[in-house]
């Protein structure tokens, strides 16, 4: 079973930055794409990034520029650094492992982590 632990949220103000991490249990990670969706009061959860196992990244249009995601396969840890908020990146931000295997696709996700972009 896997688990997925997010750290590193918090209250930041606008033009900040935060740097979010997700470790991962289990051996499977070095092989899974992982992702960073975010979900903002009354709103959909919407993906913010992904980075696959052979490191090729997406971005939202709307953090384009302004964060970045790696991975450390030694530390099973993937990392979202986030710079320049804005009040509208506010949200509960939580980490995906997604896996595709001989026997299925599964997706973990972790608990979530809050990031609130305020004066």
């Known amino acids: 079973q896997v688990q997925l632990v997010e750290s590193g949220g918090g209250l930041v103000q606008p033009g900040g930055s935060l740097r979010l991490s997700c470790e991962a249990s289990g051996s499977i990670f070095s092989s899974s794409a992982m992702g960073w969706y975010r979900q903002a009061p009354g709103k959909q959860r919407e993906l913010v990034a992904t980075i696959t196992s052979g490191n090729s990244t997406i971005f939202a249009s709307s953090v384009e520029g302004r964060f970045t995601i790696s991975r450390d396969n030694v530390k099973n840890t993937v990392f979202l650094q986030t710079n320049s908020l804005k009040p509208e990146d506010t949200a509960v931000y939580y980490c995906?492992?997604?896996?595709?295997?001989?026997?299925?696709?599964?997706?973990?996700w972790g608990q979530g982590t809050q990031v609130t972009v305020s004066s």
């Open positions: 995906n492992l997604h896996s595709i295997t001989w026997s299925g696709v599964y997706d973990y």
